[in-house]
């Protein structure tokens, strides 16, 4: 058990055997390919429904069978587009992974584990990328043991109470596409950005976001989601500050 003495965070590379099966997985390869050709299904819907609806000399109608596997093609389409369906997927495949390890620091099932990513500042501003994240996994707030622990997908993270140093919300913004008529809006990404102490010379900055909430992909419920998170990391803090003073 790691104690409200212990200063310093610890940061883990997991081993080969158990690191890159969530965030470059084979089905979030596929994934990602698919989203990338999303756009070219949902034309081919739209062709076959306009061919469907052409009248034909012999009389047959093929618009009932058309309409179907137009509807299918723009309906898969729209899903893969989807942040929240893919962020529910990836989920659910990290907890799949994480439950394999027989020393992992976070339950992936308890209903206080934060589904977060790691986005390193630099990666903010970068275009083109399929995935800024460098990891993925899940975040607890460990009040017990004085602690926050990250079991991700490359890393694992022991932070105790002590070892933080500080803590903010920062945010970046992108801007999208909002309608077919090609007005643009600026989607927001909020993060928990916290500076850990890894020894007496030496401190990291660890930028994290909340990957999926309880409600859907929204800037209320992102910035909401970020807030109580700080406010728990603000509390971790503080018992340990509370405790120290009291051993005193």
Not at 51 to 79: D, H, K, Q
């Amino acid at each position: 058990m790691i104690g409200y003495n212990t200063g310093f965070a610890q940061i883990e590379t997991l081993p080969p055997e158990q690191a890159g099966r969530i965030l470059f997985g084979r089905s979030m390869v596929v994934i990602r390919a698919l989203t990338t050709v999303s756009p070219l299904l949902f034309i081919a819907g739209v062709g076959i429904l306009i061919f469907g609806a052409m009248p034909r000399e012999t009389g047959a109608s093929l618009f009932m069978p058309t309409l179907l596997a137009s509807a299918f093609l723009m309906v898969f389409s729209a899903l893969i587009s989807m942040r929240d369906v893919k962020n529910r997927w990836l989920r659910h495949i990290a907890r799949r992974e994480i439950r394999r390890r027989s020393n992992s620091l976070v339950d992936s099932d308890a209903s206080d584990a934060w589904f977060v990513e790691v986005v390193p500042k630099a990666n903010w501003d970068v275009r083109g990328l399929s995935e800024n994240a460098t990891d993925v996994g899940f975040l607890s707030v460990d009040f017990q043991n004085g602690c926050l622990f990250f079991e991700g997908d490359s890393k694992r993270y022991r932070i105790p109470a002590g070892a933080l140093v500080e803590f903010e919300q920062d945010h970046y913004s992108r801007s999208a596409t909002m309608d077919k008529y090609g007005a643009r809006y600026d989607v927001r990404f909020y993060f928990a950005v916290i500076k850990v102490r890894l020894s007496d010379k030496e401190s990291a900055e660890i930028p994290f976001r909340i990957r999926i909430n309880g409600g859907f992909f929204s800037d209320k419920s992102q910035r909401d989601g970020n807030a109580k998170l700080l406010r728990d990391i603000e509390r971790l803090k503080n018992n340990r500050t509370n405790i120290k003073q009291n051993l005193e």
